[in-house]
């Protein structure tokens, strides 16, 4: 995928939930678009426990070229 199209999909308004899934059976969601960062060959994840929060504990690094579908997350608390 391009870097592009990952931006587009981080720059919603209004910003929803995203799975996004890679070439090796992994997938990540991203809650908050404020903890990624695209370059053009990669996109770093950071990770919190803290929803809101800008400070990582770790971080996931994922070559743009394995990404193979990016989805909204639907909450299943809101529909409940």
Excluded: K, W
Excluded at 24 to 29: A, I
Excluded at 42 to 60: E, F, K, N, V, W
């Amino acid at each position: 995928m391009l870097p592009t199209a990952v931006d587009h999909e981080l720059s919603r308004e209004p910003f929803v939930p995203l799975r996004i899934d890679v070439s090796d059976g992994h997938s990540y969601v991203v809650r908050n678009p404020n903890l990624c960062l695209i370059t053009r060959g990669a996109l770093y994840i950071a990770r919190t426990d803290r929803p809101q929060s800008r400070l990582a504990d770790d971080m996931d690094v994922i070559d743009v070229r394995h990404i193979t579908r990016i989805e909204q997350v639907v909450d299943e608390r809101a529909s409940a």
